[in-house]
């Protein structure tokens, strides 16, 4: 095993003792609530605060400057429940919300932010020194990483750029307070959170996320799609566990306590949030409604579907429009997906309808749902059939199709876990190899590219590329899985170990609303994924306008958060 410490051994020791005094408390004192005792459906689903990204003078549209914070407050997630300690997003600690203000950009117009970290000295939940971690002498680590931005990277939130209160204290690779935006790739749905190292997952289940749309008016309004309006929502969708005096609950104690005294492989909870209230309410009118669905989650998979068979039509996947509309009766969505629906309470029979899920957890092989976890959210059907002047057109976006004349490269992506003495994971790597060590994947500004994402593991891992954009080609299990597993372990050379001799096995088909370009896609395990990547827009041929070759790079990582925090995350760095 390669040596993952970023730390020296005293100084683990001494941060492993005060956070295991910290969190050695009893089930007792946890008093770990049990979510049947919140009542679904109470709340009604709120539109969290929008902030424009831009300016209008004199009717043109101009760049702008935001300063937003990241607060300590407290927080209603369901009307009986007390109040929960989170940390907040906001232009100020009393507009804050969980999830953080939705910023609306427009496209080839720049926004500006100011992160600032206002946030105290201690966690309001555990975390583990014992994984690859930031650890300032004082303060909580964050870094804002815009998810599915074509950005610098400078401003692209490396785990390493991390910075604390009145940025006191800043990791290795901090480079400035003011972070970039240039929004000119095409229009869609993005979303922003944090991504310091070691603690992506803790700073998140805390509550700092927020959604980010870049528009388009006069390329998106002739679509004639719900645009901007009371009938145009974003939905983040997360899960969480409570105790019984509203703290957010997270177990203290590792799966493996004599490695990592907290780590544990993935975080569940049975109280399902949306747009930060726990299965909310929604009054509709009977008329078409488009919802970008983001799942914020940690670890949990969602299949969405309706209980009274109501459909969904696709209208784009992650950050980028489908080249035609995709009807399904559910939706599969991997931590930090997005689904960018259409639905039609027209065709509704019911007056009320439940937002329902049934994925496994951990996906695909874990535990059915229950209950409480198995209910998203309520929908009441108000009136009667209406005139409706959206539309779904029969197309959408024309974007290029899979090119692969122009491939200049072809890599090989392997996915592991480790285990201890107990069969307990330890850790997990892509291509064998932790964080810290030297690059080994760099392209080419400009370069569309080949990657083939082998899971050697029983999990399904949502990848993501950070500064590139996707289509997957096709998924094909593996054959002779155990002896093809072995060499790789043996020796991590998907050639030499022959993997065209393996990749016989059953070819699995790319649902329709995942074929357009994406920038997560789901890893099936024991199987290879074939993805062509592209490193440039999709939109036009400009080059970028910034230099994609400059410090700190880029990264591509598990976006299971737990995973990625320990430490399925790899650096990426380009050459012009």
Known sequence: MQNREMVTKEKILLFSLAVLG??????????????????????????MPKIQ????????????SLKIGMFKKKWKFHKDLPPTPVFAYGTTKHTATVPGPTIEALHGVETYVTWRNHLPKKHILPWDPTIPTAMPEKGIPTVVHLHGGIDEPESDGNSNAWFTAKFKSKGPTWTKKKYHYHNNQHPGNLWYHDHAMGLTRVNLLAGLIGAYIIRQPNVEAPLGLPYGSEFDRPLLVFDRAFRTDGSIYMDSKGNNPSIHPQWQPEYFGDAIIVNGKAWPRMTVRRRKYRFRIINASNARFFRFFFTNGLRFIHVGSDSAYLNKPVMTNDILLAPSEIADVVVDFSRSKNETIILANDAPYPYPSGDPVNEANSKVMKFIINGHHELDTWRVPKRLMKYPSPDLSSVSHTRYIAMYEYTSAIDEPTHLYLNGKPYEAPVSETPKVGATEIWNIINLTEDNHPLHIHLGLFKTLDQTELVKLDEFKDCMTKINDAIKCQISKHARGKKLEVPAYEKGWKNVYKMKPGAVTKILVRFSYIHSNESYAFDATSEPGYVYHCHILDHEDNAMMRPLKFYK
């Open 22 to 47: 910290q969190l050695t408390v009893s089930f007792a004192e946890d008093r770990l609530l049990n979510p049947a005792k919140l009542k679904m459906f109470v709340d009604e689903l709120p539109d």
């Open 53 to 64: 990204g831009y300016d209008m003078v004199s009717g043109v549209p101009k760049s702008k």
